[in-house]
């Protein structure tokens, strides 16, 4: 499948000889699936940087040589976000093993999930976005759990797009290989900015446990997928049209 893009335009203005100037720089961002070591390597030096120097929630001094990687990598889906080869984003969904899932392993589940089929889920984690694409507001709803007002809250689809076509972009990867794997439901342990900006997307995830400090204060959430595209649907069309056209490619 080929990766597809999305477009940013960073506008800056300066004053020469008591002139205004505009200057327009258009940055391509592509997304797709990590096929080869080179790309998985520098995941894991990104999340080092975002989870371990930036934000302190690994220890620097158990992940040498500046790569945060742990057990679940390697039954892990991972996808990225590049500007050029440079890789600026990246998620994964952990599929079902005999490690099970981190949700469960460091949450109180309340739920009951005797039901659910681990077969046909998968738990999103590790999102990380290069500093250089981040705003503030956006840095305190992913990882330290401050929910944004609206007007920091760039809209997917408004003209000045902003940083959160990077997320919205690693979700969609996520969601086609998830429909081309037969996944039924989603765990995610999360902040609860993050929550409210996927909420507002129509990407609903149930609550299934109460607040644990696990990479600062996060919550288990579960979501049905079917819900989900229902939802979006019915909330944001423009980004469902572009979630479901990945599935015909």
């Known amino acids: 499948m080929k990766p597809w893009f999305v477009t940013q335009a960073h506008i800056f203005s300066l004053y020469f000889s008591g002139k205004r100037l505009i200057i327009?720089?258009?940055?391509?961002?592509?997304?797709?699936?990590?096929?080869?070591?080179?790309e998985l390597e520098e995941v894991y030096k990104l999340r080092y940087k975002v989870y371990?120097?930036?934000?302190g929630f690994?220890?620097?001094?158990?992940?040498?040589?500046?790569?945060?990687?742990?057990?679940?990598?390697?039954c892990s889906?991972?996808?990225?976000?590049?500007?050029?080869?440079?890789?600026?984003?990246?998620?994964?969904?952990?599929?079902?093993?005999?490690k099970g899932f981190p949700a469960k392993k460091h949450c109180i589940i309340e739920k009951d999930l005797t039901f659910q089929d681990n077969e046909i889920a998968g738990e999103i984690s590790r999102l990380a976005i290069s500093k250089e694409y981040r705003?503030?507001?956006?840095?305190?709803?992913?990882?330290?759990?401050?929910?944004?007002?609206?007007?920091?809250?760039?809209?997917?689809?408004?003209?000045?797009?902003?940083?959160?076509?990077?997320?919205?972009g690693l979700y969609k990867e996520l969601y086609l290989e998830s429909k081309r794997r037969g996944l039924f439901c989603w765990y995610a342990v999360m902040a609860k900015g993050l929550y409210i900006l996927l909420y507002r997307l129509g990407m609903v995830f149930r609550p299934i446990g109460?607040?644990?400090?696990?990479?600062?204060?996060?919550?288990?959430?579960?979501a049905n997928i079917e819900e989900i595209e229902k939802e979006v649907a019915r909330k944001r069309p423009d980004i469902?049209?572009?979630?479901?056209n990945g599935l015909l490619q």
């Open 210 to 222: 109460p607040e644990v400090e696990y990479h600062g204060k996060r919550r288990p959430y579960m």
């Open 24 to 38: 327009i720089f258009i940055i391509m961002i592509t997304f797709k699936k990590v096929s080869n070591p080179f």
């Open 77 to 98: 889906v991972h996808f990225i976000a590049q500007v050029g080869s440079q890789i600026i984003g990246t998620l994964r969904l952990i599929l079902h093993s005999e």
């Open 135 to 168: 705003k503030r507001a956006e840095d305190r709803a992913l990882y330290d759990g401050i929910i944004p007002v609206m007007s920091e809250v760039p809209q997917v689809g408004q003209e000045r797009r902003g940083r959160q076509d990077i997320v919205c």
């Open 240 to 244: 469902a049209k572009n979630f479901t």
């Open 58 to 74: 690994e220890r620097i001094e158990d992940h040498p040589g500046e790569r945060e990687a742990d057990e679940f990598d390697e």
């Open 52 to 55: 371990c120097e930036e934000w």
